[in-house]
Every structure is written in structure tokens, then in C-alpha cells.
């Protein structure tokens, strides 16, 4: 990974991982893992507020939802607190990608 940033560890991007773990990089499926773990917990802690029925995820991210999406979803099932309990809501990508936030705001600024 650090290879594709030019050999300077501090310009690696999401880009380069996520091409990386395409390719089947175990290092940049294990940041994969983590990252997913981390976006999880941000989900889950939501959710033991608000209980929503969905979560749909955007912006840069959306451009690994291929990667993404396993392990966000497998990681909210095992943080996620009393899931016998509760319904647990859906986790998507956007379907806009990384233009859903864009797209919002200037259908937002139509409606104004």
C-alpha cells in the first residue's frame, strides 16, 4: 500500500487501500476489518439512542461499499447491545455514491 502512495507511508489514501484490498492485500484488509469495526461502533451507538430503522452511508466511503458494507454489518451485529432485543436496522450505501451529500444539498436549495 505504501508503495502506491510513492513510497511515503504519510500520503497512503482510502484509495490505495481500498485497491489494495481488492487485490487481496491482507494488510489492507485488516484496515479494511478496522475501519468497518470503528463505523460500526459510530452505528451502534445511534442506535442504542434512537433505535432508526435504517442507516445509509455516503460520501467518500461509498466508494468501497463493495468492501465496506461485510464488515460494517457483521461488526454491528456483535457490538451492538441486547440484539435479541431490538430490531436492527438496515445499513445501506447511498445510492448517489459519493454525490448523495452534493446532490441533497442542491435539491435543498431548490426547495428553499
Same mark, same amino acid.
Given at each position: 500500500?505504501?508503495?502506491?502512495?510513492?513510497?511515503?507511508?504519510?500520503?497512503?489514501?482510502?484509495?490505495?487501500?481500498?485497491?489494495?484490498?481488492?487485490?487481496?492485500?491482507?494488510?489492507?484488509?485488516?484496515?479494511?476489518?478496522? @475501519?468497518?469495526?470503528?463505523?460500526?461502533?459510530?452505528?451502534?451507538?445511534?442506535?442504542?439512542?434512537?433505535?432508526?430503522?435504517? @442507516?445509509?452511508?455516503?460520501?467518500?466511503?461509498?466508494?468501497?461499499?463493495?468492501?465496506?458494507?461485510?464488515?460494517?454489518?457483521?461488526? @454491528?451485529?456483535?457490538?451492538?447491545?441486547?440484539?435479541?432485543?431490538?430490531?436492527?436496522?438496515?445499513?445501506? @450505501?447511498?445510492?448517489?455514491?459519493?454525490?448523495?451529500?452534493?446532490?441533497?444539498?442542491?435539491?435543498?436549495?431548490?426547495?428553499?
Amino acid at each position: 500500500v505504501v508503495a502506491m502512495a510513492g513510497g511515503d507511508a504519510e500520503l497512503v489514501r482510502g484509495e490505495h487501500v481500498q485497491h489494495a484490498a481488492r487485490d487481496g492485500d491482507p494488510d489492507a484488509l485488516a484496515v479494511v476489518d478496522e @475501519f468497518g469495526r470503528w463505523v460500526a461502533l459510530g452505528l451502534v451507538n445511534l442506535t442504542n439512542a434512537l433505535d432508526p430503522e435504517r @442507516f445509509v452511508l455516503g460520501g467518500g466511503l461509498a466508494g468501497g461499499a463493495d468492501l465496506y458494507l461485510g464488515p460494517i454489518r457483521r461488526w @454491528f451485529g456483535e457490538l451492538l447491545y441486547s440484539p435479541e432485543l431490538r430490531p436492527h436496522p438496515s445499513v445501506v @450505501f447511498a445510492a448517489l455514491g459519493e454525490h448523495a451529500g452534493a446532490a441533497g444539498a442542491a435539491l435543498l436549495a431548490e426547495l428553499s
